[in-house]
């Protein structure tokens, strides 16, 4: 019964200005994101701008192939064409944070509904405020444990590169970047499907939006049975990611244009997919002078194991077998955590294919030889890919909907004195 009302009084009151307004009328900002093919991807949160477009906040891996979303009006279903996408430049860099913005088609019955009053976003969220779900089927929660802010590793293009080298001069500052920031959560945990949901703080701030889930192993637990016997356990508990908002203030700083999936982006598009499937080492962050080829000939060497295991392993003694064991599963474990960091739920292992794939599409859409790929650096090769994503940034004249405003402080706990 409690938990049935905090849900109601949450999900009543969380996205208003001031608490207040009935169920419904608070929560059509809410809509659902779907990509081709896809029952439901995730989730986004719904708003107008001072041009009187349509504009969704979302996570920017739901954001990439995103055609679609759909709210629900009156009891009736609106579905609207996603017509163009912007992700936070941080996120194909580094992959954070895992924001991004859609621009979806008119709709006169969604417009009139939405709000007119900008929503409020919380610019200083700290520790251990607490962000909460806002889905009237969904109700999760998490307090911030970890706050990542950095300065990004990115680096304006050179006016004139070498010869051959279509990468950048090192050491060169990003034009209007700002500070990354991602927050990490620890709480009750999300689902697949609910990345993009936006989380608010207890006065009903926006705090974030969600992209990820994963779970961690706390310390070991000594739990007494019922009997005499106890148990040492691992115990598994949730981390969620959120993408803060504060790089809304001024989009058109660092939001750059998603690809078309077809026309002369095509293989663009098709690169930025199979990114998402590399490695989390493979970023400016962890290898920027690291080759190509360097890279994929390291990568193999260390999951060359896994394959092995997988056609059996004729000839390794016992022992061999159970390192191999051992590191194939350590592997997949840190590829499942890294990956859902990123919004995956379910980890991926790039393969040879993937690897073969990216190389084609970037040859073909960079018009270069395959000897030229392998030659780039990883920095090159995603300054490449950032110089063509700002061609098309967030328009300067497009404002959202959104206030910003100062969180509340958290209070300390009181410490207790014995006697």
Sequence with gaps: MIKAWIIKAWTTSCLSRNG?????????????????????????????????????????????????????????????????????EGYLADGHPDLALLRIEHNDIV???????????????????????VDKQRFFKGEVTEIHSEVPSCVAPAAAPAAGVMGPAAGTSTAGSQPRMWLQLSGVTSMPGDSGTPMVTA???????????SPHTSKS??????????????????LLYIAPLDSLRSPSESFVAVPLPEGDTTHLYKALELLELMPHTFSIKKNPTMTIAEYREAYF?????????????DGADGAVM??????????SRVSEQINSMRGYEKGEMATEASFKSLREHL?????????????????????????????????????????????????????????
């Excluded at 006065?203 to 889930?213: A, K, M, N, S, Y």
């Excluded at 637990?221 to 949730?238: D, F, G, I, Q, V």
């Excluded at 060497?301 to 392993?313: C, I, K, N």
């Excluded at 030889?369 to 967030?394: C, G, H, V, W």
């Design 20 to 88: 207040r307004g009935d169920q419904r009328s608070e929560l059509m900002n809410l809509c659902d994101v779907f990509q081709p093919d896809e029952d439901h991807y995730g989730k986004g949160l719904m708003l107008k701008t001072n041009t009187d477009e349509l504009y969704v906040i979302t996570a920017a891996h739901v954001a990439i192939g995103a055609t679609k979303v759909m709210t629900d009006i009156g009891n009736k279903e609106q579905e609207m064409a996603v017509e163009m996408a912007w992700m936070h």
């Design 111 to 133: 417009r009139a509904a939405l709000r007119a009053k900008p929503l409020i976003a919380a610019d200083n969220v700290s520790l251990r405020h607490e962000l909460f779900s």
């Design 203 to 213: 006065e009903g701030h926006l705090g974030g939006v969600l992209h990820g889930v």
């Design 221 to 238: 637990k000594r739990h007494m049975s019922s009997t005499t016997n106890s148990l040492t356990r691992r115990a598994l508990h949730p």
């Design 301 to 313: 060497s260390t999951a060359e194991p896994s394959s092995l295991l997988s056609e059996g392993g």
């Design 322 to 331: 159970k390192a191999l064991n051992r590191l194939s599963k350590q592997i």
């Design 363 to 419: 040859m073909q859409h960079f018009n270069i030889t395959r000897a030229e790929i392998d030659s780039m650096t990883i920095m090159q090769l995603y300054m490449n890919l950032l110089k063509e994503l700002r061609k098309k940034p967030f328009p300067e004249e497009v404002k959202l909907q959104l206030n910003f405003s100062s969180a509340s402080r958290v209070i300390p706990p009181k410490l207790r004195h014995g006697g």
